[in-house]
Nanobody, 125 residues
């Protein structure tokens, strides 16, 4: 069983929208944080959006480049998160990776435990 199963992605024009999903297998109570990193060609990996999925949640964290455009959400009762990406820009082109880890309110997911295989998002006219 694949630890993190990602889906979504594809090609879209600037201003368009894409939704990614990520389902984590295993004990749903052992996962504290889920979210997304991305890496564009010849660029460093960067955080995108994260969600606290533990008790007392949810809570979210967005990095500055995506604030107001991307929304992370969770399927109720499941270790599945979605990343709704709106108003996409050319600079959002990257491979997006789902991760699990430990939640920090100032950073999102840290001490990363699992990585998905990645899914490509291409924004071009």
């Amino acid at each position: 069983q694949v630890p993190l199963a990602e889906s979504g992605g594809g090609s879209v024009k600037p201003g368009g929208s894409v939704r990614l999903s990520c389902a984590a297998s295993g004990d749903r109570y052992s996962i504290n944080c889920m979210g997304w990193f991305r890496q564009a060609p010849v660029k460093e990996r960067e955080g995108v959006a994260f969600m606290y999925v533990g008790d007392g949640g949810p809570a979210t964290f967005y990095t500055d480049p995506v604030k107001g455009r991307f929304t992370i959400s969770q399927a109720k009762g499941k270790n599945t998160v979605y990343l709704q990406m709106n108003s996409l820009r050319v600079e959002d082109t990257a491979k997006y990776y789902c991760v699990t880890g430990f939640w920090l309110v100032t950073e999102g997911c840290t001490a990363l435990e699992q990585w998905g295989q990645g899914t490509e998002v291409t924004v071009s006219s």
